[in-house]
């Protein structure tokens, strides 16, 4: 089976979880269906707000066969206004506004366009690497290098300063001050060079990808995302059963705010290079349409529509869980309203407003008087923004968190399936 084959398989079964999906079942209801009326189906499920990449054209699309069934291979529908709704349904009269392409034809017109730098995120990680910078400002020290297979962890010789590992600053500095400071070396003077140095070291040192090793098992910078998110969606839901067992202990909530927030910072950026390798490369898309759709499912049922139910914003995800870890962590002013003081006439003693000030400095205040610098340092005090985020929140959350999970592990799969 070429990749032409094995692409077109896995669009159809994405297809028909698709279909089957509770998401499409609840439009589905709204709907009454005709013999070929066409359902068009969004190729981007996510708002899209401070993305760099334009939506294409190209969208998946079934035939109806009178029903509310469908047919399958779907056909891959080029529409040349955007379509903003999830599902559109098309009549059978207005089908001559629309191209249309067999998904195998569209599929041999996609695959030269997916290029090789796609492959990046699926292909295998090398060992790491030798590098090494120059070091000045030392007398005796030239050079800093990293040498992975060293036994010693720190050695010296002609010069150069070699370290085993390059993982945390701190570690690494305990293990070279320990190791010279015994040594004809200024280790003050190095001190004050060794932190620039090792952080360009640690940028020198890059591990290679090798694009010519593609599996879903081989450790990847996907497989490594994965691995990551999947961890703090199983801490998360530990934390959130602790919470619901103990709704009032500050400390498992904190935790739980803590997870949520990293999630949603890690979430956000992963889902926005997701949107746009779907901009720009649709067959991605298709590929994992039931994934994404499913994950913006769960973005809809949380409650209140705290993230946007037509078109969830990943924006207003962090920002909720954002402005809900501030009034947590920030309590020092976690007052709920702000104050007024009701001042007499005499507060505002010796008054005097300045008219026509000089253009440069019109940055100053045209009212002083006398306590105008203790009002400044009063309002320099500020309290946290409150959102109350309901518990049935927190549930949701670990569905989102799942869903991610999900989309990460199918653009995994389909990279895999379509590398040549």
Not at 5 to 19: N, V
Not at 360 to 372: A, K, Q, S, Y
């Amino acid at each position: 089976m070429d990749r032409i084959e094995r692409a077109e398989k896995a669009i159809i079964d994405q297809c028909e979880l698709l279909l089957a999906s509770d998401a499409f079942g609840a439009w589905r209801e709204t709907e009454t269906f005709h013999a070929d009326d066409l359902v068009i189906c969004n190729n981007s499920f996510l708002f899209r707000e401070g993305r760099t990449t334009t939506k294409n054209s190209y969208h998946i699309g079934f035939l109806a066969v009178g029903n509310g069934d469908f047919v399958l291979p779907p056909s891959v529908v080029r529409a040349t206004s955007r379509i903003n709704l999830q599902f559109k349904r098309v009549s059978v009269r207005s089908l001559g506004k629309y191209q249309f392409l067999r998904l195998g034809d569209a599929l041999a017109e996609q695959f030269p366009q997916l290029g090789s730098i796609v492959f990046s995120l699926v292909g295998s990680i090398g060992d790491p690497q030798p590098a090494q910078v120059a070091i000045s400002g030392v007398d005796g020290l030239r050079i800093l290098q990293y040498v992975p297979d060293q036994s010693a962890t720190v050695q010296l010789a002609d010069g150069v300063l070699s370290l085993a590992g390059i993982a945390d600053l701190d570690t690494a500095w305990t293990s070279v001050h320990s190791h010279l400071v015994e040594s004809d070396i200024d280790v003050v003077a190095l001190g004050d060079a060794f932190e620039p140095s090792f952080h360009e070291l640690q940028e020198a040192a890059a591990r290679p990808i090798d694009l010519t090793a593609v599996s879903e098992e081989g450790s990847s910078i996907l497989g490594n995302v994965l691995d990551r998110i999947q961890e703090q969606s199983d801490v998360f839901a530990e934390f959130l059963g602790w919470h619901r067992e103990r709704p009032d202990d500050a400390e498992v909530y904190n935790e739980l705010l803590r997870v949520a927030y990293n999630f949603a910072d890690g979430a956000r950026a992963f889902l926005g290079l997701m949107v746009g390798i779907c901009d720009l490369k649709p067959l991605i898309f298709w590929m994992t349409i039931f994934e994404q759709v499913e994950l913006a499912h769960c973005f809809a049922e949380l409650p209140f529509a705290l993230v946007g139910r037509g078109k969830p914003s990943l924006e207003r995800y962090r920002s909720v869980i954002a402005e809900a870890r501030n009034q947590a962590f920030h309590d020092l002013f976690a007052f709920d309203h702000p104050f007024r003081v009701d001042l007499s006439a005499d507060a505002l003693r010796a008054p005097q407003l300045r008219l026509f000030r000089e253009y440069g400095r019109r940055n100053d205040p045209v009212l002083t008087f006398e306590d105008r610098s203790l009002v400044e340092l009063l309002q320099a005090l500020t309290r946290t923004s409150e959102r109350p985020v309901p518990l049935g929140f927190w549930e949701g959350n670990l569905k989102v968190m799942r869903a991610v999970v999900e989309v990460v592990r199918a653009l995994r799969h389909a990279l895999v399936i379509v590398v040549d």
